[in-house]
């Protein structure tokens, strides 16, 4: 069955850093496009970073360029998604995903076929 669990969401102030991490099972992620959205109180989910199944090709969503980054471990079998300098607007419930295709951005978002249950990120200001 396949699953994914991520972890290392948390409080954290304006400017500072998380790493968010999405271990998979029953899966190997090595065959798949990964991504991370978002859903922030009262808004619609939210395409942030997306990464190819070799780590080849990334995309990060423009609000985010320059303080997210998206890496994968195949052999851990698990992707990343380093956030710096984060904002109160940042605040939201973090998913990870995982694409039937290559590679699949915000463009190509109904590619995602798999979904981990999210953990949530608050930056306080």
């Known amino acids: 069955q396949e699953q994914l669990v991520e972890s290392g969401g948390g409080l954290v102030q304006t400017g500072g850093s998380l790493r968010l991490s999405c271990a998979a099972s029953g899966l190997a992620v090595s065959t798949y496009g990964m991504g991370w959205f978002r859903r922030a109180p009262g808004q619609e989910r939210e395409f942030v970073a997306a990464?190819?199944?070799?780590?080849?090709?990334?995309s990060v969503i423009d609000s985010a360029k320059g303080r997210f980054s998206i890496s994968r471990d195949n052999a851990k079998n698990t992707v990343y998604l380093q956030m710096n300098s984060l904002k109160p607007e940042d605040t939201a419930v973090y998913f990870c995903a995982a694409a039937n295709v290559p590679f699949a951005n915000k463009y190509t978002a109904n590619e995602y076929a798999y979904w981990g249950q999210g953990t949530q990120v608050t930056v306080s200001s």
């Open positions: 990464i190819s199944w070799n780590g080849g090709r990334t």
